[in-house]
């Protein structure tokens, strides 16, 4: 019987989709990320801390979802920014 080949994962390694500061300190970031964990893909919004020696760590402050969310986390992210805007809180740009 032939060897079954498998083909690697494609989130063997976690992939950056987005990385921001998080204050004007630069001490902490967000970052967003695809990963997998026991086998399940999962959508990752973490905060990470700036260590004196300037490596960027992973806190426990975050929310790691499976992918199959990732559709409804994105129009629930779409509503708060619309309403910003409606509330004034943002301006037709919307950066930071």
């Not at 063997?12 to 026991?38: C, Q, T």
């Amino acid at each position: 019987m032939p060897e079954v080949v498998r083909n690697p994962s494609p989130l063997a390694e976690p992939v950056e989709i987005a990385k921001f500061w998080k204050n004007r300190r630069r001490s902490e970031s967000v970052r967003v990320s695809l990963s997998e964990y026991e086998g399940h893909p999962l959508i990752n919004v973490r905060i990470y801390l700036t260590g004196t020696d300037g490596i960027d760590r992973p806190t426990p402050k975050g929310v790691a979802m499976g992918v199959h969310k990732l559709p409804e986390l994105a129009s629930a992210l779409a509503k708060a920014v619309d309403k910003a805007r409606e509330l004034g809180l943002l301006d037709d740009g919307g950066g930071s």
